[in-house]
C-alpha cells in the first residue's frame, strides 16, 4: 500500500506548482530534484523519470533530437504543452535548447537562405518560447481560443471529466482542420 509520493515525487510536483506555464526536460528535473549534487548519473536521472511517469497528472514527449530527451508537461495546461511541443521540436529554437549534440554542423544556403540548424546556437533560457507564446508570437495562434493546442488539451480536461460529447466534437473539429490542410484549402 502506498503512503503518497515519494521524495522526488514532491520535488517534481513542487517544481510543475513553483511554474505551472512551463515544462521541464527529464535534465531540468534532475537538477531541481539533486541541486546539491555535483554529478548527475544515469541512475538519478531513471530515478526521476520513473517517478513523474508515475505522476498521473503529468504527461511526457520525447524530444527530437539527438538522444530523445524527455519533456514532462501538465496535459491539462494550454501553456505547458506548447512549452513541451516547442522545446521537443527538432527545428527552430527547440533543436538548440539545451542541446549537447556533438556532431559537426554543415551550413546550408537554400535559394540563398542560410538554413543551418539552430544547433548552432546555444539556448539554455527558456525566454525564447514565452515570446514565441505570447500575443504576437509565432505560435500565440495556438495557444488561443480555437488554436490546435488550446483543442489538444481541452480534449484532455473533457476526458478527465468524462465528457465524451465534448470530446467528439472536438475530434470532429481536428479532423475537419487536417482535412482542409490536407486538400490545400
Partial sequence: MSRGHGIVQRAILAAFAAEPNN????????????????RIEKKHRNAVARAAEAIPSINHIKREVLGSELVFYDPLNVMSYAMARLKSDSLGPGAAYRNKDYRPIKQKIWRGHDVTSWRRYDISSDQIFREMLAPGGNYHRYVVEGGAWWRHTEMHKARARGDGETV???????????????SGN
Avoid: H, K, P, W
Fill in 23 to 38: 515544462a521541464f526536460l527529464l535534465s531540468e528535473l534532475c537538477e531541481r530534484v539533486y541541486s546539491g549534487r555535483n
Fill in 168 to 182: 467528439a466534437r472536438l475530434q470532429a473539429e481536428m479532423d475537419a482542420n487536417l482535412t482542409a490542410i490536407a
